[in-house]
């Protein structure tokens, strides 16, 4: 699965759940499953990004269906959220597609601000999380788990949430030297930007990198297919990640897999699969997908696994 509306949710289906497993489940409703249509998807991301751009006076596509927008200024000749929904409207008029629309003076907090978008139907697909608008800012940050807080993993959360941080707010109320002291410089940063605090630039970008790799040696040996499965979707989110932050997109999805070669009393196996895409992307769902069916393709039962791992590689700055 790599993607699920809101009612396949709640019916308890997962992010890169392998279709049979979906299939063996005892549903309380029915449901409908397509295939995937990769160049479908990437026509209509070109559509919608050129509306965007078109629109806007400083962009920066994050992903296949995500785009940061600059709007310093726009307050002197429209409110901004009037201007997030005639970009909505413009969208749904000139492609058909419905989005969402997260207005903050931060690209954290206009993250949160999408998130958001999807809980509070009653705002029509555009929150704006303004000065002005300090409690709504607080009732949000409130609300949000910090699993959702951009740029804060799964493994992350669970540390968070063994201080008894569980929220975006508590999060934003955390002490920075602490976070800085005890996480990373990036945590601080992300802190300091859900306190309004503008840290990532629009065009920020570090040295592109030539391959990601994404890894992890298991404490217990993995021997059953769906928590290999589980592992691998991990990483391959975790890559997808780096790769956007890298601003680059990808061709080529490895996953490899390897037992203990200091076991001696047990059979050795070690593979690896590549998978080409048909086009570049940085989405998680296409590499999610490219990981799964490359693991496929090197899982052999009857062994006890200590590493594995997803690589992207052939990159590029564009979709095309």
């Not at 699920?4 to 709640?10: G, I, L, T």
């Not at 788990?145 to 951009?150: A, F, I, N």
């Amino acid at each position: 699965m790599i993607a699920r509306s809101p009612e396949a949710k709640a019916l308890g289906i997962r992010m890169g759940q392998p279709w049979f497993q979906v299939r063996q489940m005892r549903l309380e409703k029915k449901i409908h499953v397509f295939s995937s249509n990769y160049a479908l998807y990437h026509s209509m991301s070109q559509r919608v990004m050129a509306v965007l751009e078109s629109l806007s006076p400083a962009v920066e596509p994050y992903s296949i269906d995500e785009m940061f927008i600059d709007l310093r200024g726009i307050n002197h000749c429209i409110s901004p959220e009037f201007f997030g929904h005639q970009l909505r409207e413009q969208v749904k008029s000139w492609t058909g597609l419905t989005m969402g629309v997260g207005i903050a003076p931060t690209k954290t907090l206009a993250k949160s601000a999408q998130w958001a978008t999807k809980q509070w139907p009653q705002f029509s697909g555009v929150v704006a999380l303004t000065a002005e608008n300090r409690n709504r800012i607080l009732k949000l940050l409130g609300l949000q788990p910090v699993g959702e807080v951009w740029g804060v993993g799964h493994r992350l959360t669970e540390k968070l949430n063994a201080l008894g941080i569980n929220t975006a707010l508590q999060l934003a109320q955390a002490n920075t030297a602490f976070i800085r002291k005890n996480f990373s410089v990036i945590l601080e940063r992300t802190v300091r930007e859900l306190n309004g605090e503008s840290c990532i630039s629009l065009e920020e970008a570090p040295p592109a990198k030539q391959q990601i790799v994404c890894s992890r040696s298991f404490g217990e040996r993995i021997t059953d297919k769906d928590a290999m499965h589980q592992a691998v979707v991990q990483y391959a989110e975790r890559a997808a990640e780096k790769l956007r932050g890298e601003r680059q997109y990808c061709r080529q999805v490895t996953t490899f897999v390897r037992t203990s070669p200091f076991a001696v009393k047990e059979p050795c196996y070690s593979n690896a699969a590549v998978e080409k895409l048909p086009l570049p992307t940085q989405d998680s769902r296409d590499i999610i997908a490219a990981a799964c069916r490359a693991l496929n393709h090197v899982w052999r039962e009857g062994y006890r696994y200590m590493k594995a791992g997803v690589m992207l590689a052939d990159f590029s700055h564009h979709r095309v």
